[in-house]
Nanobody, 124 residues
Framework: QVQLVESGGDSVQAGGSLILSCVAS????????MGWFRQAQGKQREGVAVIHSDGATNYADSAKDRFILSRDIANNTLHLQINILKPEDTAMYYC??????????????????WGQGTQVTVSS
């Protein structure tokens, strides 16, 4: 089993920045893929950015300009820096992990382990 705990969500004004963190524990040795997904109210969950244990990243098109994903394998920690926050970034952000393959997917169906989420609210 793998446990994921997110933190860092907050209510901020547009234009600000946030760093979300996810700490993984348990049997994390095979979790090659970790990433962030988000779900806005009334919308489907979508992939934001994922990273392989070899460092390869995969960003959603909407995240390529303002989001920075990093992974500290030694400490089983994942970070997502979001810059120039916009109201449309408002969502529950979830950390996810799975064994993955040679390329980490942005489809949530590919991930079996999920955190409880951390809320990001951006006001204009």
């Amino acid at each position: 089993q793998v446990q994921l705990v997110e933190s860092g969500g907050d209510s901020v004004q547009a234009g600000g920045s946030l760093i979300l963190s996810c700490v993984a524990s348990g049997h994390t040795g095979n979790m090659d893929c970790m990433g962030w997904f988000r779900q806005a109210q009334g919308k489907q969950r979508e992939g934001v950015a994922v990273i392989h244990s070899d460092g390869a990243t995969n960003y959603a098109d909407s995240a390529k300009d303002r989001f920075i994903l990093s992974r500290d394998i030694a400490n089983n920690t994942l970070h997502l820096q979001i810059n120039i926050l916009k109201p449309e970034d408002t969502a529950m952000y979830y950390c996810a992990a799975d064994e993955g393959g040679w390329l980490c997917s942005l489809f949530d169906s590919e991930y079996n382990y999920w955190g409880q989420g951390t809320q990001v609210t951006v006001s204009s």
